[in-house]
């Protein structure tokens, strides 16, 4: 009786870690597919490509309701087990592209995590690309920025088709762990978006900002 339990829970620990790996796996092959996707370059025919490769995960895919050219794919994997195990907070990764007028016209990814430790928002990394950089979102002349509250527990980065290499890499760095992390943390920006944070903290540096006393456990964020 004592093996079988013994086997039972040895099972169960090892099923749930090959889920864990499984999704985290899934999200990254999602990421770096949509990473290599282009605002005002790739084609409607890339994001069909996409869909079909991770269709399991496809969620919605469609023109919009008013019959325009817009067609717009999500994505989406839950750490449905994980949660419901109460092995760690709900999280969920999200990614959907828009096409208009058979070029993709914005692509936005996110990795949020109830963590409760902000009152109307979960803890979260998100990324959005353009055409053209929002003017909605703009201070300046920029192609790559942070319009990000300061002591908010996500970090927003927005960029645009006039992007750098390098800043395309620290934007795309989506860090998937805090979807499969057991317990409690993922609490800081940092830790969804680790490349993008410090590229943030140089950029309020530079204006005379800085962090100030938000973010009070940030030594972490190196």
């Known amino acids: ?11 169960t620990i090892v099923a749930v870690g090959l889920y864990a790996l499984l999704i985290k796996a899934e999200a990254a092959s999602i990421l770096a597919d949509v ?4 605002a ?3 084609t409607l025919v890339d994001v069909e490509k996409l869909a079909e490769k991770h ?3 496809l969620r919605w895919s469609g023109r919009e309701a008013d019959g325009g050219d817009r067609i717009h794919y999500g994505f989406e994997i839950r750490n449905t087990l994980l949660s419901y195990l109460r092995l760690e907070p709900a999280a969920k990764f999200d990614a959907w592209v828009t096409v208009n ?3 993709v016209q914005s692509l936005h990814l996110d990795l949020m995590r109830d963590t409760r430790v902000f009152p109307t928002s979960p803890s979260a ?22 319009p990000t509250p300061i ?3 996500y970090l927003l980065v927005v960029l645009d088709s006039k992007a750098t290499p390098e800043q395309r890499e620290h934007a795309y760095a989506l860090s998937l762990t805090c979807l499969i992390k057991p317990g409690g943390g ?21 204006h005379g900002w800085g962090f100030g006393d938000h973010y009070p456990s940030r030594a972490r964020c190196k």
């Open 1 to 11: 009786m004592v093996t079988s339990l013994v086997l039972l829970t040895v099972g």
């Open 35 to 38: 990473s290599r996707i282009r």
């Open 40 to 42: 005002g370059t790739s």
């Open 55 to 57: 269709k399991r995960h």
């Open 101 to 103: 007028n058979g070029t």
């Open 125 to 146: 990394g998100m990324v959005e690309e353009y055409v053209q950089y929002p003017s909605a979102y703009r201070a300046g002349e920029t192609h790559y920025g942070f």
């Open 151 to 153: 002591g908010k527990p």
């Open 186 to 206: 993922c609490d800081l920006p940092c830790d969804y978006l680790p490349l993008a944070w410090r590229d943030w903290e140089v950029e309020l540096k530079s």
